[in-house]
């Protein structure tokens, strides 16, 4: 199978770090003072990190893949050095990946690298996806009306579900919302979403990008909406959302305002601004 994955070119990366709060899943790190793609395993290839990097130092390549196969990926982590396998296997554990855990401690058995390689601390690294990480707050205090009326105004609104061409969404002011930011932003109906007509989706867990980058694209170049606005949360996985709004409205022949809008696991706005 052909799959999309993203490519450093080590020779001008210069370890800033940039890409790490871009790469949705977490899979990049910067290791002895140059980024690394840890683990195909966790690159979905979107590229949300590429813009992030001021040296242009990541691309996107599409290759033949075979399997996964978590033997060969060790035999390249290997080569690396230990703190590139420390890094892979801490990054196996933060996603669930027992069974590929427990395969790269038996490589490393079988080679007879040390086991306590896996316990050490990965000085320098970045591990862990911070959009998979739990996190507990308090509720906000600032009340909520009671009944308050919802100002969603049609149906569907997932986007591998809705009509670029429906006529909710001709001449219209539309938000693009991550899955998540409804139930994070207290008001997301009487501030944000009044007077403009919705669409949701998720860039890390979605099949089908590029149905939904035509489909952004049919928005702005067929359905001639006026704006659109991305509504994201802050962790690095909700960027692609914002670069498959960027990337669909580059591919039409006309131009519209792009806002993006960030917000916080608490639901507390974090930046607003016209890109």
Not at 46 to 53: D, K, N, P, Q, T
Not at 132 to 141: E, I, K, L, Q, T
Not at 193 to 201: V, W
Not at 259 to 269: D, I, Q, R
Request: with cysteine.
């Amino acid at each position: 199978m052909k799959r999309k994955l993203i490519t450093i070119d080590e020779s001008l990366c210069n370890g800033c770090g940039e890409c790490i709060p871009g790469c949705p899943e977490g899979a990049i790190q910067v290791i002895e003072g140059k980024a690394r793609l840890v683990s195909d395993l966790l690159c979905d290839g979107l590229g949300a990190c590429l813009g992030e990097c001021p040296v242009h130092a990541i691309t996107i390549e599409e290759r033949e893949a075979e399997a996964y196969d978590e033997e060969k990926v060790m035999e390249n982590l290997v080569r690396q050095g230990p703190k590139v396998i420390q890094a892979h296997l801490a990054h196996l554990k933060d996603h669930g990946e027992d069974a590929y855990h427990a395969q790269a401690l038996a490589y490393l058995k079988k080679k007879e690298i040390p086991m306590s390689l896996e316990s050490q601390p990965v000085h320098g690294a970045h591990a862990g996806c911070p959009g998979s990480r739990s996190a507990v707050f308090a509720p906000s205090a600032q009340p909520v009306s009671a009944g308050s009326p919802s100002a969603l105004t049609h149906w569907p609104v997932q986007l591998h579900l809705v009509s670029p061409m429906a006529p909710q969404y001709r001449g219209a002011d539309v938000l693009l919302a991550a899955d998540c930011v409804a139930f994070a932003v207290g008001d997301f109906h009487g501030k944000w979403l009044a007077g403009k007509k919705l669409a949701i989706a998720c860039p890390k867990l979605d099949d089908g990008q590029e149905i939904y980058l035509q489909k952004i694209t049919a928005m702005v170049e067929e359905a001639k909406i006026n704006t659109l606005t991305v509504m994201i949360m802050e962790v690095p996985c909700c960027r692609g959302l914002l670069q498959l709004a960027q990337e669909g409205i580059a591919k039409a022949s006309r131009k519209i305002p792009l806002k993006a809008v960030v917000v916080s696991l608490e639901g507390e706005l974090k930046s607003e601004e016209w890109v």
